[in-house]
């Protein structure tokens, strides 16, 4: 049996802002685009879901620690993005900046559990003097999105969150699924010996 993947690029999703009611929003772009079908699954940027839900913080309103003040100056970055980085994360790993690079990076354990670059802040695509951080509960967020488009267009759909991560000692960027719904997050044990 032959199976096949095909995937399309939701076209006109406006840039998202806090409180903006991305069901709503997003099946509007569906809707345009040639709607869904039953299976469908829709990957979407943690991104527009984070800012949808708040979680965008105002670096003037951060008063930075000591700790977060002295891992700026040796990064060359903004205390209070790192302290947000700081209290975004479970554990601090490790930080470098090499010779000629602008802003030196962190290496954090998430809260949720992500190894990543300074636990996933970012900078891409917010309001200058602000930053975006993961969604408190992305299998909530990816959960909340699915009943909704679901609920809208009468199909069963699946829904993945993603974030943009690097990998070690390799070059370029991979999406790593953060949140799920009706997506199985591993498949069973293929090849697995006895």
Same mark, same amino acid.
């Given at each position: =049996?032959?199976?096949s993947?095909?995937l399309?690029?939701?076209?006109? &999703? $406006?840039?998202i802002?806090?409180?903006d009611d991305?069901?709503?929003? %997003?099946g509007?772009c569906?809707?345009?685009?040639? #709607?869904?079908?039953?299976?469908?699954?829709?990957?979407?940027?943690?991104?527009?879901?984070s800012k949808?839900?708040g979680?965008?913080?105002e670096?003037?309103? &951060?008063?930075p +620690?000591?700790?977060a /003040?002295?891992?700026?100056?040796?990064l060359?970055?903004d205390p209070?993005k790192?302290e947000?980085?700081l209290?975004?994360?479970?554990?601090?790993? =490790?930080?470098?900046?090499r $010779?000629?690079?602008?802003? #030196? /990076?962190?290496?954090?354990e998430?809260?949720l559990?992500?190894?990543s670059?300074?636990?996933?802040?970012?900078?891409?695509n917010?309001a200058? #003097?602000?930053?975006?951080?993961?969604?408190?509960? $992305?299998?909530a +967020?990816?959960?909340?999105?699915?009943?909704?488009?679901?609920?809208?267009f @009468?199909?069963? %759909?699946g829904v993945?969150i /993603?974030?943009?991560?690097?990998r $070690?000692w390799?070059l370029?960027?991979?999406n790593?699924?953060?949140?799920?719904?009706? &997506?199985?997050?591993k498949? +069973?044990?293929? @090849?697995?010996?006895a």
């Open positions: =049996m032959r199976e993947v095909s399309a690029a939701i076209q006109g &999703v $406006p840039d802002q806090p409180k991305l069901v709503a929003i %997003l509007d569906v809707a345009r685009d040639g #709607g869904v079908e039953d299976g469908d699954i829709l990957c979407v940027a943690h991104k527009i879901v949808a839900e979680n965008v913080i670096l003037a309103h &951060v008063a +620690s000591p700790e /003040t002295e891992l700026a100056q040796t060359n970055k209070a790192v947000v980085v209290r975004q994360s479970n554990l601090f790993v =490790m930080s470098w900046r $010779p000629g690079q602008n802003e #030196g /990076t962190m290496i954090c998430h809260r559990g992500y190894i670059a300074n636990a996933a802040v970012d900078e891409s917010s200058d #003097g602000t930053v975006i951080t993961l969604p408190d509960d $992305p299998d +967020s990816a959960a909340r999105l699915g009943r909704g488009l679901e609920d809208r @009468g199909v069963t %759909l993945v /993603t974030d943009t991560f690097g $070690p390799r370029g960027q991979v790593v699924a953060i949140g799920l719904y009706k &997506v199985p997050a498949t +069973s044990d293929i @090849g697995s010996s």
